[in-house]
């Protein structure tokens, strides 16, 4: 019941009818017995009388998605560590400031982790230089991997993410374009394979980034994308009898750290995962 305490929070972003953070932060709520409510908010553009309006409303704190993450950081008075290194914010909490924050990386490396994966020490091939991309390789370097290669499409791209690492973490990362010359050179030398391209995306299902010829079982293969579940390149990945993870649990793990910021909860992982699923076709 929405009552005059009830605690308001959302996402801003567009488009956002496919979002599954409504569903998921709401199950939470009511699993939960917490006042609050999370709701869509479409923004295009007017996205300064937007954040703006929202503290002056009192909304407690909102996720920020597409096309917002990176324009967002001029209208915030302040960012934590994690979100000024890598340049874009997911994450907002309203109090007497508007503070911004980012948990793609931390979403990444704890559904690596539930799985097994340590970052520690392994080589980590990194395919895309997009905003998750970019999260993923700030994290990646904070949880100590060895190396890391970036294969982007768009090199200039790769490259600017490499020179930001570089600048701001000291870490000499290096950036590649992505072919498949150029994978089969380099992906008999990695442990972690992470696709952080949209390719296999849905309604794309039938695309992957690397051909099966190239993958072997030593990998660790980790596809962000989570719709499909299981994407192309995951299936096959499978099997050549690769370890495979999907992208369900950064989706879940990048909003639990989310409602730590906000509400200070341990939130209910299992229940989260389970919302999401019940959403997701594989
Ligand atoms: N599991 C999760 O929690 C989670 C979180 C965030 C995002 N995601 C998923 O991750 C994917 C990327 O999201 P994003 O926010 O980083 O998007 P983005 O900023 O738009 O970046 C897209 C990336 O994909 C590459 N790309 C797109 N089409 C390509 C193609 N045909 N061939 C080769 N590369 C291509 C782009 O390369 P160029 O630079 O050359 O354009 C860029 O590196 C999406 O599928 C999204 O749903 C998952």
Known sequence: MIDGSTEVFGIIGFPLEHSLSPVMHNSVFKAMKLNCIYI?????????????????????????TIPHKEEVIKYLDELDETSAMIGSVNTIKFNDKKVGYNTDGIGAVQALKEKNAEIKGKKIMLLGAG?????????????????????NRTKKRGDKLALDIFERTNFLGKSLKLNDEVLS????????????TSLGMYPNINETPVPKEILHEELVVFDIVYNPLKTKLLREAEEVGAKTIDGVGMLVHQGAETLRIWL???????LMRETLLS???S
């Open 40 to 64: 869509p908010f479409l923004v295009r553009k007017e996205l300064r009388q937007t954040i703006l309006g929202l503290h002056a409303v009192n909304v407690k704190g909102v996720n920020v």
């Open 131 to 151: 905003g998750a991309a970019r999260s993923i390789a700030f994290q990646s370097i904070l949880e100590g991997c060895s190396e890391l290669l970036i294969l």
């Open 185 to 196: 050179r380099h992906i008999k030398e990695v442990d972690i394979l992470i696709n952080s």
């Open 264 to 270: 200070d909860i341990d939130p209910p992982i299992d």
């Open 279 to 281: 959403h997701l076709k």
